[in-house]
């Protein structure tokens, strides 16, 4: 499968609702930035330069080192993809929106799964990135170092020995290590719990987001939490530490969701069926709507209200429902009025192909 | 069947949603108000004068004149009914509210299909009822005839040669006639024409209720017109003026479904699947909201947009899902919290027989 083919198929490994607690926890991911000796930070990087480290990185991947660790992997330059494709990137939260800026400069490498995915010339020379479904934020690190020792057969990677790799922001430098995982807290915020608890991981010196976009924290309960320090800890700190708090989030979402099962039965079944309904016969849904319906149908399956729905497929709609996936599958340039009948149109053939 | 048997069902004839017009008119109505010669109106009556007029009533669909004119009808006085038995009396719309007060003194004639329906000792002494679906005003008013004829064969009625038939409050004096339809105008309360359309019914004498209360009129779209004045018409002239007026909304009604429908052909589909959605999946719903729902639904049916649904089914359910005729269905008396749930369950197990 070619990358432009990996682009527009909504399946990623990372949404396939697998690995362990996947009930409550969607996908962990692993980055870490890495920059090549001589030659400036992206910013300031001219075409030639940022051209060069594209052909490295090429050859780099094509090397028997990075062949035998991590299997095959394809490299594709910004330019080389549609601008529906480079948005359909995003979407599936494989690039940052930064990567649509100067596009020339650009490119992305893939593993057909999509669990490893390099960002090049983006903030740093190269991003390197793993993810997997459900907690697995040991797993994308040892994956994520197997490509970072492959690559560093091949590449120079600027290091200082007291302060670790370098990287363009100073937020980043040390271990270069991004951890965070993403998390479904349709309880935690029913419950009113979330806030308290954001507050606290903020004083843990953890960030959350949501899904898409920072200003979107609750569209569709899905929160990713990050480390934010990377400097004067070490990988293994930072990825427990991270897991220790994603284990304490789960069983507090678990706890939450069972009481208010308990205490509320038909309130909450109400509202899972009700979601249910929406999805399976409205003919126009905005993307909004479509995360909070779907994070409450997914609510009603984790807690067995609702039968035979796959998770994986949950995950999947989210993603395809998204508007340049929309436009790629239509195979034209959709209004958002237009997107809204063709979400609907979609989501509609998904849930009555169940059945 | 006996009337008790009559009263637990949710079938009515004027439920049935055939006859003229009946996209847009539920059901005819005529009532006309009676009074005996020699005793006081019924606010003033005492309780022996109110059994004798039950007995009188009762030796009247005894008789072979009324048997033969309009064929068997029964009388329960409303002492022989529950107290949930008489609230679904006032739930199908066969006796008001203020039967409710002092049932020693009351009671209601019935026949079989519901058509036929006497109060006695309301505010007159026998308001004799017709009700038929659809746009049957002319047949509701001459069945009223019959009944009317073949009673005063028996009973000697209260009437001045200079007024007409006498009656307990001055503004049924005359013909004692009041005529109404019941309406379903979702599109002219969509896009807005119906405010201005009260205000021309109510310049043209007619006055406008919901189908529940006076207070609610806009719940579930359905509206009851009716006459107002029965002094210095004839009871031709009364009857021919309601037709035209409902002729004439039922046009206006029509057009305005079409050009929503052909001008927001989408959102229109959107909100009439979502209502089936709702009411299909739905663990727990409100009365306002069934019928707001099951309003959007008929209006889809109406459209063919949604196949398969008798029209009279969801009429059906507007009456049983109210809340004595749930308490009789359930056997007990249940709170609104477990009405809601009942009510939703019953919905849901009629639309999935359907399928």
Known sequence: MSLRETVSNPYSKWLDASGPESDV???SRVRIARNLVGYPFPHLLGYDNADKILYAVQSA???AAIKEIVGQLELSRMTELSPTERQILVEKHLISPDMLE????RGVVLSADEVIDIMINEEDHLRIQCLLPGLQLKECWDLANKVDDGMEQILDFAFAEDMGYLTSCPTNVGTGLRASVML????LVMTQQINSILTTLSKLGLTVRGLYGEGTQATGNLFQVSNQVTLGLTEDEIIDNLIMVAKQLVTQERTARLALYKEQQYPIEDRVWRAYGL???ARSITSTDTMNLLS???????LNIIPNIPRGLIMELIVMTRPAFLNKLKGEDLNPAQRDIFRATLIREKLNSLS
Do not use: N
């Open 102 to 105: 100067q596009p020339e400069k």
């Open 61 to 63: 991947i094509e090397s």
């Open 184 to 187: 479904h807290l349709p309880a």
């Open 25 to 27: 926890i969607i996908s």
């Open 296 to 302: 409450d149908m997914r609510l009603g399956v984790d």
């Open 279 to 281: 999805l399976k016969y």
